[in-house]
């Protein structure tokens, strides 16, 4: 199985700041890898698919990059809806994994 | 545009099965791959299993490793719902549970269900 690993577990940022999230993979799942975002008594919201392209909707803020066994999901300047649980999730092979999440909280 | 709804028992006590049924509106139910995520505060998201029905091609499963000795997931055209049976839970069970739709054959998911917490107690 393999294992992702999300790091900082939380990040403490200002509205109007640049945020950049951390996945790294147990080995190598080329391009895919996906990023949901979910508030608080929510469910996920797919944001990111295939390491770097935005779902349906989502604004240009956010961007992936990354391939192999690193990758960052960057959002540009921090909206206050924007602060939420990230988590990455890969699908190069089954069972397909989440990361344990980063907490994107206001500072 | 499709949304889905989990519903079932919110309560489990250990050793029986727990239940889910998740009820597909505003699409069809075939041609498409449905999962059950799981989420629990000390292990994040956890991906249960997922099935595939067409007319054409019938129905297949997948299921994780770790769970599949006790998962079952099927599906209903007729009601449009698809369900989740696990087996002998334990405490380690309780979760929120999600149903969720892959985007076409895709190995992510565009659609959930809001979740439903289960938690396994005596």
């Known amino acids: 199985e393999i294992v992702l690993t999300q790091s900082p577990a939380t990040l403490s940022l200002s509205p109007g700041e640049r945020a950049t999230l951390s996945c790294r993979a147990s080995?190598?799942?080329?391009?895919?890898l996906a990023w949901y975002q979910q508030k608080p008594g929510q469910s996920p919201r797919l944001l990111i698919y295939?390491?770097?392209s935005r779902a349906t909707g989502i604004p240009a803020r956010f961007s992936g990059s990354g391939s192999g066994t690193d990758f960052t999901l960057t959002i540009s300047s921090l909206e206050p809806e924007d602060f939420a649980l990230y988590s990455c999730q890969q699908y190069s092979n089954w069972p397909w994994t989440f990361g344990q999440g980063t907490k994107v909280e206001i500072k | 545009q499709v949304q889905l709804q989990e519903s079932g028992p919110g309560l489990v006590k250990p050793s029986e099965t727990l239940s889910l049924t998740c009820t597909v509106s505003g699409g069809s139910i075939s041609s498409y791959y449905w999962s059950w995520i799981r989420q629990s505060p000390g292990k994040g998201l956890e991906w249960i299993g997922y099935?595939?029905?067409?007319?054409?091609?019938?129905?297949?499963?997948n299921y994780n490793p770790s769970l599949k000795s006790r998962v079952t997931i099927l599906i209903d055209t007729s009601k449009n719902q698809f369900s989740l049976s696990l087996s002998s839970v334990t405490a380690a069970d309780t979760a929120v549970y999600y149903c969720?739709?892959?985007?076409?054959?895709?190995?992510?998911?565009?659609?959930w269900g809001q979740g439903t917490l289960v938690t396994v107690s005596s």
């Open positions: 099935m595939y029905y067409s007319e054409s091609t019938n129905y297949n499963t």
């Open positions: 080995q190598s799942i080329s391009s895919y």
């Open positions: 969720a739709r892959r985007y076409g054959s895709r190995g992510y998911l565009d659609h």
């Open positions: 295939d390491a770097s």
